[in-house]
């Protein structure tokens, strides 16, 4: 179990086999919701997407005993039919799935939305970010039964302009609307499926935004608890979801920021603070 993290042991995962799609370093959102399941007994798989990110995850994953590392490229069907098998070999079964993959042209991030996206950009960051989801839902819930669950990650930037986000905001709109979807396609089997809308983090992806680390101080300066927020906040949400805690919910755009989203104009005294 990884130290990195405040996260409670317990047996709410023990039996429960399921994959997760995105851990990049010890700073992914996907990492610290991996080793919060880890810490409740959950059996887990985890993708990567080439030989130098295999490195990087490979000593996180055998910290919490993570049972195989699969490559997969969200972008080609046939290296997902080969994950999809080899999961399906190791596990036969599954009863949760995390999705924590996203992507969007670096030079796309940043400026103007409307002068600076480009037909291929804007293709590539919904093929990944969004449509790689709904891909993910229908392989994975072929081997699930009644009881199933998967989320996936989302942003404020969805629902609201956020400076530089551009077109990643556009699909994760997207991606939150296939979340409905596939929750109502879904549920007749048993199988949840939601959403959390994590606050601004430490991360790699944060980092590829222009101005990243401001959205960092602002998020603590405008949230409603005046506070960053904590990956085992984002943990605990997702265990809630995955466990069978969660029953009953589906559909769901869960927000995890300290209150952020809430907030329509921040105090003034805030926003001179905040500069």
Do not use: C
């Not at 317990?10 to 919060?36: E, Q, T």
């Not at 130098?52 to 699969?70: C, D, F, N, Q, T």
């Not at 490559?71 to 080609?76: E, L, N, Q, R, S």
């Amino acid at each position: 179990m990884s130290d990195d993290y405040d996260l409670p042991k317990g047996d709410l995962m023990r039996g429960k086999r399921g994959l997760v799609m995105g851990v990049a370093n010890k700073n992914s959102i996907a990492w610290g919701i991996a080793s919060g399941l880890a810490a409740q007994g959950a059996e887990m798989a985890f993708t990567y997407m080439g030989e130098g990110l295999e490195r990087r995850v490979r000593p996180l994953a055998e910290s919490i005993g993570v049972k195989a590392l699969i490559p997969a490229d969200v972008t080609d069907d046939a290296s997902m039919d080969a994950a999809f098998a080899q999961v399906e070999e190791l596990f036969g079964r599954l009863d949760f799935v995390v999705h924590s993959v996203a992507f969007a042209n670096k030079e796309e991030l940043m400026g103007s939305f409307v002068d600076n996206t480009t037909r291929e950009g804007f293709l590539t960051s919904m093929n990944v970010s969004a449509y790689s989801w709904v891909d993910v839902a229908k392989r994975a819930s072929r081997l699930m039964g009644p009881g199933g669950s998967m989320i996936t990650m989302t942003y404020l930037g969805s629902e609201r302009t956020i400076p530089n986000y551009n077109t990643m905001g556009v699909a994760k709109a997207a991606l939150e609307a296939a979340t409905r979807y596939i929750a109502r396609d879904l549920g007749p089997k048993g199988i949840r499926v939601n959403a959390i809308s994590a606050g601004a983090m430490r991360t790699l992806s944060l980092a590829g935004i222009s101005g990243g680390r401001s959205m960092l101080s602002q998020g603590r300066a405008f949230s409603a608890l005046k506070e960053d927020t904590s990956m085992e906040g984002v943990a605990g949400a997702a265990l809630w979801l995955l466990s069978d805690l969660g029953r009953s919910t589906t559909g769901e755009v869960v927000h995890v920021d300290a209150g952020f989203h809430m907030i329509g104009l921040p105090d003034p005294e805030t926003a001179a603070e905040a500069g």
